[in-house]
């Protein structure tokens, strides 16, 4: 498995177990405020990450939950607030020191949270691209700012792997990356910088097209950020390149005939004078209502070229609800 890209970033990442790095490689997140939830400093100076992932509402019903690269903890330390059972979230990281920098993390949080047991979290050994898990047995899996590292077939790997573990309807949540620009080959193939979370980013199209491809039958964007610029006097590119950061929920829907659902956050709106519109599909528009519609639905509502219908552009902001 191991080559020059996957062998700098552990490397790399061995030196932000040993030294924190506030912000090494990305933006960080901070912690939720939630009451009695409290994260020792060290975790928060090891916050690497470019996004959220997991939301609240995808921690009801006490879910099996895993997360890959783990980071100082801090995740794994929220996803443990909704559960307080043993074992049942799970931290899979390749580098040793950095599973052992989160462990030290959480005898620290034992001190500062009393609702918190170390023995709720399950670190393991291991690496996103050969997950040390059954098929089918957790409910929601997430990575933050580390899928953007690997190559395409590596992250083909990586996806097929986060698949094979979850159960049916449960959601992947990632983080990452993206980029429209055309990134240079030279950029791509500098494996310090794909190992900091610049060179390795897809344009969304083609990050959203590797998601449904393994198999996921729905996808969420949750939200789209400006992240980093890549500019010719600092990096061997010939014109600025803008990097953004995406959060993605993908759900182990089973696949529709007609292909995935994509919500980028469109939303349809009937203003006609009919009580309701009906596509024939399942849609049902009630006037001046907005309905948060996929892709695929918003543009088949646009080639009925009616008069009546509002179809937003995409907000690449989703939280829920809609048509399908």
């Known amino acids: 498995m191991m080559n020059s890209y996957l062998d700098t970033a552990i490397d790399l990442y061995k030196e932000a177990a040993e030294t924190p ?16 939830l409290a994260a020792p400093q060290r975790m928060l100076d090891m916050n690497y990450g470019c996004g959220s992932t997991v939301n609240p509402k995808d921690l009801t019903n006490n879910p099996k939950v895993l997360y890959v690269g783990v980071g100082g903890g801090l995740e794994l330390l929220q ?7 043993n074992g049942s979230v799970i931290g899979v990281d390749v580098v040793d020191e950095m599973i052992q920098a989160s462990a030290d993390n959480f005898l620290e949080a034992e001190k500062l949270n009393p609702w918190f ?9 291991g690496d996103a691209l050969n997950l040390p898990l059954d098929d089918e047995s957790v409910d929601v899996a997430a990575q933050n700012c580390l899928f953007n590292i690997f190559t395409k077939d590596d992250l083909q790997r990586a996806l097929k792997e986060m698949y094979r573990v979850l159960k049916p309807h449960g959601r992947l949540v990632l983080s990452d990356p993206i980029c429209e ?14 190992a900091l979370c ?8 083609d990050y959203v097209q590797m998601i449904t491809e393994v ?11 400006p992240y980093r610029v890549l500019d010719p006097k600092h990096y061997e590119t010939e014109e600025i390149i803008f990097i953004e950061s995406v959060e993605v929920c993908a759900i182990k829907d089973p696949m529709p005939k ?11 709106i009937y203003y006609g004078d009919d009580e309701y519109f009906d596509d024939g599909k399942g849609h049902i ?40």
């Open 79 to 85: 996803f443990a607030y909704f559960s307080r059972k």
């Open 258 to 268: 007609d292909g995935p659902c994509a919500f980028t956050g469109r939303t349809a």
């Open 285 to 324: 528009l009630l006037p001046n209502q907005p309905l948060a519609v996929c892709d695929k639905t918003a543009n088949a509502l646009t080639l009925l070229e009616r008069t009546d219908i509002y179809i937003s552009q995409p907000t690449f902001f989703y939280d829920g609800g809609g048509c399908c």
């Open 198 to 205: 610049l060179s390795g980013a897809l344009p969304l199209k």
């Open 21 to 36: 790095q506030k912000g090494l490689c990305c933006t960080t997140t901070p912690l939720w405020h939630l009451p009695g």
């Open 117 to 125: 047991d170390r023995k709720f979290i399950d670190l393991r050994k």
């Open 215 to 225: 198999g996921f039958g729905t996808v969420e964007i949750r939200a789209r950020r």
């Open 181 to 194: 620009s055309t990134m240079p080959k030279s950029l791509q193939d500098d494996p310090r910088l794909r």
